[in-house]
């Protein structure tokens, strides 16, 4: 399974960018894909998760900010970012899992101040 993350940049602080991740297999194969990030020197975290069924979930930080989304004809995932902070910088990282995880190369998102 391959992920190509793509999307990332140079953003103000208020400003907004889209994130997607492509997938080699079927979108709607994976029990879960996601959001991932991980600043200079910090761990990676969950942004946002979005499940086969249900309700996508995301992190406190990002609520009302960023939304996920997919495209199952497209085999593709996505990420809204809105409102963008200096806080929000860190490469992002898609994630599909089923039976194991495959992870995107990354994306890095830059929000100056």
Aim: hydrophobic fraction near 35%.
């Amino acid at each position: 399974v391959q992920l190509q993350a793509s999307g990332g940049g140079l953003v103000q602080a208020g400003g907004s960018l889209r994130l997607a991740c492509t997938t080699s297999e079927s979108i709607s194969s994976f029990t879960y894909m996601g959001w991932f990030r991980q600043a200079p020197g910090g761990q990676r975290d969950v942004v946002a998760l979005s499940y086969n069924t249900g309700t996508p979930t995301y992190a406190a930080s990002v609520k009302g900010r960023f939304i996920i989304s997919r495209d199952n004809a497209k085999n593709t995932l996505y990420l809204q970012m809105n409102s963008l902070k200096p806080e929000d910088t860190a490469v992002y990282y898609c994630k599909a899992f089923t039976y194991t995880a495959f992870w995107g190369q990354g994306t890095l998102v830059t929000v100056s101040s």
